[in-house]
């Protein structure tokens, strides 16, 4: 202490206590010392890591140049020169035309048809960030420029579309119209943001006096449908039976034509035949078809043939032999209704 004391006199300093409060004071440095070193380590630690969810991506920024995270999971990085900026990967949406109470937006929703006619037309909007780096960097707010993209693509198909299909059948060609409009917009301006689907919420005439009409116009064309699904089905239930039907007139048409057929053919065959027998003998073949179509002309017509001598030779047709046996009644049979044939 005296030594101190010494030397603090040396160097111009007069110490009151003897050198007591030099030594708190080095205490206290010590202490602070101490507690200093804690919190930049634990500052240090804290922020040296990172966790990235399974529906986040994360960018690491270092000295200005950003590097995107994709993998899920504990992540480290050097404090106060690396930080980093997390982006939601799911998917989201927001309304047009109407708000989060579900009331209506009359600036978003009031539109033009082609035919000068007002409609009111609500949207739903799905998004998601497709490119983190553009999607914190390409643009100050890329969701509001998606809103923007989405207000002038409903507005240009919607004014390119009659007021009829706007309310009724069109819908699914308006929306398919419109997202396809918004993805090319959106690959022009390259901000990071992917539009997943556009879906009209509703659409309706702005007084209540037109959709009323509408309404009955709809109705009108729903009845329509529902008659021709009724013609639809009544046609499929006949259509099997009519076909069947068909199906047993055309196969009976060919039984018919192959019995045609087949009869034609034992005819011819029956004609060679008989021209085979009239080749051998003209005259005899000739008087037996004359006297078989008579036979067929008259069929109770008697015919007696006769030889030269004036005998009776043969009977056509032929009756049993008790007929023959009686000679009276051929005798009047002969006189009545014979044809005689002579042979020379």
Known sequence: MNKDSKRNRQNGFETMDGGQTTSKAKRSGGLFGIILFIIIAAVLLFDSTYQVREQEQ???????????????????KIPFIQHVRKVNTTIQGFSIGYGSDNEAVTDESLMITSDFNFVNVDFFVEYRYSDPVKALYASKNPVEILRNVSQSSIRTVIGSYPVDEVLTTGKNEIQASIKEMIIDRLDDQDIGIQLVNITIQDSEPPTEEVMEAFKAVETAKQGKETALNNANKYRNEQLPGAQAKADGIIKDAEAEKTRRIN????????????????????????????????????????????????????????ESFATIGNTSDVSQQTSADNVSSDEN
């Not at 994360?58 to 480290?76: M, N, R």
């Not at 034992?266 to 008087?287: G, W």
């Not at 069929?299 to 047709?317: C, H, R, W």
């Open 263 to 318: 009869e034609a053919t034992a005819q011819v065959a029956r004609f060679n035949a008989m021209y085979q027998e009239y080749i051998k003998n003209p005259s005899v073949t000739k008087q037996r078809m004359f006297y078989e179509a008579m036979e067929d002309i008259l069929p109770d017509l008697k015919v007696i043939i006769e030889g030269a001598s004036g005998n009776m030779q043969t009977f056509y047709p032929i």
């Open 58 to 76: 994360a960018v690491l920024v270092t000295l200005g140049k950003a590097q995107p995270i994709t993998d899920s999971g504990l992540h480290f």
